[in-house]
């Protein structure tokens, strides 16, 4: 699941829409989320279905009739956002600690755009930097995730939730989950601030912790790269002080977007 959204334009209320695939008595404007023919599918789903081909391609220049779109986050990524923004306090941040998407639905009313725009605007300039673990991978440098100092998070569920791992200040971490008499309990099965992962197989990893040797065989793989070998990779876990604008520059600059489009349109930005 990710978080998405946009602002619908004008182009059919101004009168610049080209001319629909039926009669505009037909045609309906719920005023918030989009343009939508009065007719049941089952009655005619020749019109319906030409009706929504045009409004998604060809009723005008925007592409679904949005004016702007944009994808915000994943799951991990918004709950980082909501994070930071709980962290800074309500009394900084009201209307981005109350009206931040929780699910795929919703708006923001215009009314609030701007006020958005101004919370965004003074989180860009905030001087406090935010304490970061980061799992990093060694050779690549590249982050495999990372989560507020303070927090330790989830990220991987394999399925039927029998592993979990996690991130915090005390490590990478692997947990193991089974269901006894209707009840889960959960036990700790790897820990580690420094290891590698070797290939064993095709769908088995070693997990070696370097100052201990402990090891943990699984199923699911924490990285892979096609440029380097898929048989060895280590890891390793670090504190940093990240810059808030620049750590969360992947939903601050997107909501800018809308917020803007909002107010240029009167439409509310609408969360999917």
């Known amino acids: 699941m990710g978080y998405d959204a946009y602002v619908r334009c004008n182009c059919y209320k101004e009168g610049k829409a080209t001319n629909p695939p039926c009669s505009t008595d037909l045609i309906k404007d719920d005023d918030l989320e989009f343009l939508y023919i009065d007719v049941n599918y089952g009655d005619d789903p020749e019109m319906v279905t030409a ?6 391609n060809g009723a005008c220049e925007h592409q679904d009739m ?3 779109s944009e994808r915000l986050a994943n799951i991990s990524g918004m709950a980082a956002f909501r994070t930071i923004i709980s962290e800074l ?3 900084k941040y009201p209307i981005l600690s109350e009206h931040l998407p929780e699910s795929n639905g919703g708006h923001l009313p215009v009314e609030y755009a701007n006020l958005m725009e101004q919370e965004l605007e003074n989180l860009k300039q905030e001087d406090s930097n935010e304490r970061l673990v980061v799992l990093n991978e060694v050779t690549t440098n590249q982050r495999i995730q990372s989560t507020n100092s303070n927090y330790e998070k989830p990220f991987v569920f394999t399925g039927y939730n ?3 791992y996690t991130i915090s200040k005390n490590g990478f971490k692997v947990f193991r989950n089974r269901k006894f008499f209707g009840k889960e309990f959960s ?3 790897f820990r580690s601030e420094k290891f590698t992962q070797k290939k064993i197989t095709d769908k088995k990893y070693l997990f070696t912790d370097y100052s201990t040797n402990k090891t943990f065989e699984s199923e699911i793989n924490l990285f892979s790269d096609k440029d380097f070998s898929d048989d060895y990779f280590e890891f390793e876990l670090k504190e940093i002080n990240a810059s808030i604008a620049d750590e969360y520059a992947y939903i601050i600059e997107p909501l ?3 917020t803007k489009a909002s107010q240029e349109t009167g439409n509310p930005i609408v969360w999917c």
């Open 162 to 164: 029998k592993l979990n």
């Open 256 to 258: 800018l977007k809308l």
């Open 89 to 91: 306090g309500f009394e």
């Open 66 to 68: 949005e004016i702007c």
């Open 187 to 189: 036990t700790e099965e």
């Open 51 to 56: 009706f929504e081909n045009w409004t998604s």
